[in-house]
């Protein structure tokens, strides 16, 4: 089975539940690459301490890109309209989702290219206002 196929799959909702399920899948994963990337940009401004912001960057970046090419996909291959039950409503709702972590996770990628600045550093200088 080729990969074309299987996102098919996942999409249509494979052969378990109804029609919803490929858009709650992708509601799902957009939602985990927004909060990866809200987590990651977190961990940049040094609000918390644990995990790599250029790692939940990446996987902020890659969960945006499956939760919105599974979304259009869906759409793509649903029948009827909104109201009907295929998950419409749902699949739309993932697109704006899988872009918001696509831009988070680009975002925490930038920060963290920052040479020679840790964390702390660069919240200090919030702090202090200086902008060496």
Known sequence: M???????????????GDGR???????????????VG?????RIAGRIS???ARTG????????VAGTALAVLHLATSSGGPGTGNGIVGAVAAIPLGLLAMALGGRALTRSRRTGQSPERIGHERESGSAS
């Open 57 to 64: 960057g990446l996987s902020a970046l890659a969960a945006g």
């Open 50 to 52: 644990t995990g790599d």
């Open 21 to 35: 399920t490929g858009a709650n899948l992708a509601l799902g994963v957009a939602l985990a690459g927004v909060a």
């Open 38 to 42: 809200w987590l990651s940009l977190a």
């Open 2 to 16: 080729s990969a074309a196929d299987v996102l098919a799959v996942a999409a249509e909702g494979g052969v378990i």
